[in-house]
């Protein structure tokens, strides 16, 4: 899963970043409201996490422009502001959730999954194709009954390949759901975390199709 974050204090950018990366997600961050626009234009994600108090455009402005594209991407308003009438304005302008801060990075997670799981979302609370199970909230994978726990980049290459059964994804498909725009891809990543999931979970979970990429099949 993608999440754009937007958030212009680098304290707090810097430990949600980090707190997301943890729980498998790839991050794209930026500061400025400008350069959030730019980049929902540019990218494709599951998620944006959206500070009202920007430099450069507003989040309200942000917010604005995004539904006025017509785009359906997912958006938490997280800020300081907890006026009854920021919250209001914030979910009529087309948010899906509003956190204040402070808050607790398990909650703002918890909020990420309920978001995820609603109809159209394209994902489930338990992802299977009818032989492996995988539960974003404990990164457990459950395969013949036996259920393993999966490190966080395990976890996002099995959950891109989980979302989209029965079709191939490529290098660079995967390398998008597991590394943001600043992180170093590693060479062989790929193949390394695949050699990983099969030892955890069986070598025919995850196919290789040569020249191509790698599929789990569809539940027949």
């Given at each position: 899963?993608?999440?754009?974050?937007?958030?212009?204090?680098?304290?707090?950018?810097?430990?949600?970043?980090?707190?997301?990366?943890?729980?498998?997600?790839?991050?794209?961050?930026?500061?400025?409201g400008?350069?959030?626009?730019?980049?929902?234009?540019?990218?494709t994600?599951?998620?944006?996490?959206?500070?009202?108090?920007?430099?450069?455009?507003?989040?309200?402005?942000?917010?604005?422009?995004?539904?006025?594209?017509?785009?359906?991407?997912?958006?938490?308003?997280?800020?300081?502001?907890?006026?009854?009438?920021?919250?209001?304005?914030?979910?009529?302008?087309g948010?899906?959730?509003?956190?204040?801060?402070?808050?607790e990075i398990?909650?703002?997670?918890a909020?990420?999954?309920?978001?995820?799981?609603?109809?159209?979302?394209?994902?489930?609370?338990?992802?299977?194709?009818?032989?492996?199970?995988?539960d974003?909230?404990?990164?457990?994978?459950?395969?013949?009954?036996?259920?393993?726990?999966?490190t966080?980049?395990?976890?996002?290459?099995?959950?891109?390949?989980?979302?989209?059964?029965?079709?191939?994804?490529?290098?660079?498909?995967?390398?998008?759901?597991?590394y943001?725009?600043?992180?170093?891809?590693?060479?062989?990543?790929v193949?390394f975390?695949?050699?990983?999931?099969?030892?955890?979970?069986?070598?025919?979970?995850?196919r290789?199709?040569?020249?191509?990429?790698?599929?789990?099949?569809?539940?027949?």
């Amino acid at each position: 899963m993608r999440v754009l974050l937007i958030e212009d204090d680098r304290m707090v950018g810097a430990a949600v970043a980090q707190a997301l990366k943890d729980a498998a997600y790839a991050v794209d961050w930026v500061t400025d409201g400008e350069s959030a626009i730019e980049a929902a234009e540019v990218e494709t994600y599951d998620v944006a996490l959206l500070d009202l108090g920007l430099p450069v455009r507003d989040g309200r402005e942000v917010l604005r422009r995004l539904r006025q594209n017509g785009r359906a991407l997912p958006v938490i308003i997280v800020t300081a502001r907890d006026g009854l009438d920021d919250r209001i304005d914030g979910l009529d302008l087309g948010a899906d959730d509003y956190l204040v801060k402070p808050f607790e990075i398990r909650e703002l997670l918890a909020r990420m999954r309920a978001i995820l799981r609603r109809p159209g979302s394209g994902t489930s609370p338990l992802l299977s194709n009818g032989v492996i199970s995988l539960d974003p909230a404990t990164h457990e994978a459950v395969h013949d009954g036996e259920t393993c726990h999966l490190t966080a980049r395990e976890f996002a290459l099995l959950q891109a390949l989980l979302t989209r059964p029965g079709t191939i994804l490529s290098r660079s498909d995967l390398e998008r759901h597991i590394y943001g725009w600043n992180e170093e891809v590693e060479s062989n990543a790929v193949e390394f975390l695949i050699h990983a999931i099969r030892k955890k979970i069986g070598s025919a979970a995850i196919r290789n199709v040569r020249g191509v990429g790698w599929m789990v099949d569809r539940a027949s």
